[in-house]
Nanobody, 119 residues
């Protein structure tokens, strides 16, 4: 049974930091491209960042470039998103996605973790 369990969300003030984690099980994590998406209230889900299976290639949404860092630990089957200099507009539910690509879509999805940034 595939599971993606996000953790690390919470409430912070603008300028603060959070590090999200996505623990994966039920599939061969090291072979899968991964990504973080987010959805704010009343808005469509958007891609935040992606990483290839080896962790050697990453992409970022323009508005988070330089503030967020995606990484993965294939030995621990865990995906991370380190978020610094958070802004109120980063407030959203953040979900991890597994096994796929930004072009073709992803097969597995987590339930999400809430990130709230206050001014």
């Amino acid at each position: 049974q595939v599971q993606l369990v996000e953790s690390g969300g919470g409430s912070v003030q603008a300028g603060g930091s959070l590090k999200l984690a996505c623990a994966a099980s039920g599939f061969t994590f090291r072979l899968c491209g991964m990504a973080w998406y987010r959805q704010a209230p009343g808005k469509e889900r958007e891609l935040v960042s992606s990483i290839n299976s080896a962790g050697t290639t990453t992409t970022y949404k323009d508005s988070v470039q330089g503030r967020f860092t995606i990484s993965r630990d294939n030995a621990k089957n865990t995906l991370y998103l380190e978020m610094n200099s958070l802004k109120t507009e980063d407030t959203a539910v953040y979900s991890c996605a597994a096994c796929g690509s930004t072009l073709l879509g992803f097969t597995y999805w987590g339930q999400g973790t809430q990130v709230t940034v206050s001014s």
